[in-house]
């Protein structure tokens, strides 16, 4: 997966997000600016209540941020085939592999652990052009 189809990716998590009543009930006591790196690349995903707010790849000056998920794009594109191979399927298992860093509030992250897993393998699904 090259590059540009990582970015449409993810650009396209919020749609996905918002359109999905399960996962936006999973998520309704969130409340979180996460980043999201692909490389170099960042965006700041702005979570409330479930709901995506915004996702802006630009990252403003002194922005507070609750949890930054940073990944190559080898990692990202692992992580979004249709079936991951054992290993490159889950964020837990990207870290162990040096692929994946996860950084921030640890009560972010796992009180709202499954909600996070989700709404970040919403981009295995194909992407329309």
Request: charge should be neutral; include cysteine.
């Amino acid at each position: 997966m090259n590059r540009e189809s990582l970015f449409k990716r993810l650009e396209a998590i919020p749609d996905r997000v918002n359109a999905n009543a399960h996962l936006m009930h999973r998520g309704r006591f969130l409340n979180a600016r996460i980043k999201l790196a692909i490389d170099e690349r960042e965006y700041l995903l702005h979570i409330a209540e479930g709901r995506i707010v915004s996702l802006s790849p630009a990252m403003p000056l002194f922005q507070t941020i609750d949890l930054v998920i940073r990944g190559s794009a080898a990692a990202w594109s692992a992580l979004w085939e249709p079936v991951p191979e054992a290993g490159w399927h889950d964020l837990f298992a990207l870290c162990k592999r040096g692929e994946m860093r996860i950084e921030g509030d640890s009560q972010v992250l796992f009180s709202h652990l499954q909600y996070l897993k989700d709404l970040l393998a919403t981009p295995r699904e194909r992407v329309l052009a």
